[in-house]
């Protein structure tokens, strides 16, 4: 199982941003997607998840509305697009094999290297 998130990056509080999450190793439309972030000096917090054909999405309390978890299984990627991002969004940002949360499984640890989101004026 490989997943290479890409497209955090510098934005100020307001602007927008979208993460990819490219797979391989599995059958990704066999399979839920999960995103999940790192804030500094705190532990994993679950953000959003979405089912295999992508109908069903759940997000935290956090990010409802502002955030948009979506997938292109012909693609094999997952994406995360975040709008009027705050600055309680800056984190590590990575996404996961299946569809879990709000709370993460026993043990998860984090595949990919993730992408970095800071939001700063």
Do not use: H
């Amino acid at each position: 199982v490989q997943l290479v998130e890409s497209g955090g990056g510098l934005v100020q509080p307001g602007g927008s941003l979208r993460l990819s999450c490219a797979t391989s190793g599995f059958t990704f439309s066999y399979s839920g997607m999960t995103w999940v972030r790192q804030a500094p000096g705190k532990g994993l917090e679950w953000v959003s998840s979405i089912s295999t054909f992508g109908y069903t999405t759940n997000y935290a309390d956090s990010v409802k509305g502002r955030f948009t978890i979506s997938r292109d299984n012909a693609k094999n990627t997952l994406y995360l697009q975040m709008n009027n991002l705050q600055t309680e969004d800056t984190g590590v940002y990575y996404c996961a094999k299946g569809s879990f949360g709000p709370s993460l499984p026993i043990g998860y640890v984090p595949r990919g290297r993730g992408a970095q989101v800071t939001v700063s004026s």
